[in-house]
């Protein structure tokens, strides 16, 4: 049974850091499409950083809204991290990871992948 359970949200103030992390059981991140994606109340699922795992390398995309500030990596075989530097309200939103595309990974929408976690909020505020 494959689940993907995200960790590390939390509140912060603006500025500040936040590590996401993104466990896999049951699955295998080889040769799969990850990525997260986070959602504000009324508005709809965003794509927010996306990492092909292949054999022949890593390929990542962060989208153009958060790229100076957040990266994503894989610390560990099964576990796919978002770092969140220099955050802001507006990042405030649920943060859910997604695996396994049908698409091309880093222009896959929400309706493309075959498994989600459960979200961990991050709320940014003063």
């Known amino acids: 049974q494959v689940q993907l359970a995200e960790s590390g949200g939390g509140s912060v103030q603006p500025g500040g850091s936040l590590r996401l992390a993104c466990v896999a059981s049951g699955f295998s991140t080889n040769n799969k499409c990850v990525a997260w994606f986070r959602q504000a109340p009324g508005n709809e699922r965003e794509g927010v950083a996306y990492?092909?795992?292949?054999?022949?390398?890593?390929?990542t995309y962060v989208a153009d809204s958060v790229r100076a500030r957040f990266s994503i990596s894989r610390p560990y075989q099964n576990t796919v991290a978002l770092q969140m530097n220099s955050l802001k309200p507006e990042d405030t939103a649920m943060y859910y990871c997604?695996?396994?595309?049908?698409?091309?990974?880093?222009?896959?929408?929400?309706?493309?992948?075959?498994?989600w976690g459960q979200g961990t909020q991050v709320t940014v505020s003063s």
């Open positions: 997604a695996a396994q595309s049908k698409g091309v990974c880093a222009r896959s929408q929400a309706a493309d992948f075959a498994y």
């Open positions: 990492a092909y795992f292949g054999s022949g390398g890593v390929s």
